[in-house]
């Protein structure tokens, strides 16, 4: 099982030149470009994690890393098998992609921009809820607030001083940061999901 999350950057003409290449580098840690991850017309993207227990938090790494540059983006993650590996995720094809797709279509229309699909329906249902719920605030995470969960989710074992330190802030700010940015919340949800997806992809 692997999973793909399809995105587009909600906006884009309204923004500067530069997001193009602020993209390519929040995208570039997941692999090589265009097998792995590709920006295609104009504003889409595909990214595959090949661990689906990680797809999640990859998003919400991608969504943080858009909104501490002002921007933000709506993301589809599909679940299921890759029957068809091209040189192009683009041209890749399996479950995974046929589910990341389709509900991507979907998510403009409920205004929604983070979903997932597992093509299980009770699993999906529950999912998506919480993660409306926690849309709720994700969705109006500040630049400082966005940049803190960055950084925090890329540096899982360093402690508040040290975030601080990469931050440039003392670590009472990183602690204002951390509750206003709701993130033990995240990381809560984000283990639940973990738990969750492992039993659901469990031979």
Known sequence: M?????????????????????LKKILAPFGHTPSQWEIYRGDEFQVEVSNPEDALLTAILVKAHLRAIKSDARMSIGFGDKTHNAERISESNGAAFVHSGELFETLKKQKITLAL???????????????????????????QSAEFVAVAIENPTLSQ?????KLGINQAAVSRRQKRAQFDLVMNLDQYFRKQIKQLTAP
């Open 161 to 165: 001083e040290e975030l601080g330190k």
């Open 2 to 22: 692997t999973s793909v999350i399809t995105g587009d950057i909600i906006g884009s003409r309204q923004q500067s030149e530069h997001w193009v290449e602020d």
């Open 117 to 143: 699909r597992t093509g299980n329906a009770d699993f999906d249902e529950k999912i998506n809820l919480m993660l409306q719920l926690a849309l709720t605030f994700m969705d109006n995470w500040l630049v």
